[in-house]
């Protein structure tokens, strides 16, 4: 494994233990309250913060199906501001955002922050998954803000498998289906009666009889 890719695994179990903490924490604090400094992932830009984010995919390489977008979004501001779209440039994919609770926008309130990925959080499903994508790469996402505008930053892409799994996407692909033997062949024609020694007609008399 090169450096660059151990920098890479290390700095993502880093991310996920950062995201595992601020879920726990409620709404209302900000990256400098929590004291949560990630090495990679984070952008600010005017009130808005993005911090930990991810792209996890399936758990099985080549599997194809849903991933996901996961990461905290933190609004400084005075005024709430609603996740309008989360894009991935480059990439013929769609980001389908859906809240915490109930249907609509995904709304960051003023002065607090929202959960992208994980149980009981909003969720950012790429509904066509990447395939083109694999685990250390990067890929950019940028997330664009009602009031801010795009935020962008180079996310990792991580498989759903141990720290990453809880925060991965909830639909799996079943497995491909298996053809099935095919029956041995069976014989067309009808089976002729065994031969038993005994004459099948009546004897005939003798002669001179």
Do not use: W
């Not at 695994?9 to 990256?31: E, M």
């Not at 501001?77 to 013929?92: F, H, K, R």
């Not at 990447?130 to 790469?137: F, Q, T």
């Not at 991965?168 to 002729?192: I, L, N």
């Amino acid at each position: 494994m090169s450096r660059s890719l151990r920098r890479g695994a290390l700095a993502a179990t880093a991310i996920v233990i950062s995201i595992a903490s601020l879920t726990a924490c409620g709404a209302g604090n900000d990256a400098q309250t929590l004291g949560v400094k990630p090495d990679n992932a984070a952008v600010t830009v005017e009130d808005i913060q993005v911090q930990n984010a991810l792209v996890i995919t399936q758990p099985d390489t080549g599997r194809r199906g849903p991933a996901v977008v996961s990461a905290t979004i933190f609004n400084n501001g005075q005024d709430s501001q609603t996740v309008e779209s989360i894009t991935l440039p480059g990439t013929a994919t769609t980001v389908k955002l859906t809240p915490a609770k109930g249907s609509g926008q995904v709304v960051v309130p003023a002065g607090g922050s929202v959960v992208l990925g994980g149980e009981g959080n909003a969720t950012a499903v790429i509904q066509n998954g990447v395939p083109e994508r694999k685990s250390g790469d990067v890929q950019e996402v940028v997330f664009k803000l009602s009031e801010t505008g795009d935020v962008g930053l180079q996310a990792f892409v991580v498989p759903a498998k141990s720290y990453f799994e809880g925060y991965g996407p909830s639909e799996r692909p079943a497995p491909p289906a298996t053809k099935p033997e095919k029956p041995a062949t069976k014989p067309t024609g009808e089976p002729t009666a065994p031969e038993t020694g005994e004459p099948t007609g009546e004897a005939t008399h003798a002669a001179g009889h």
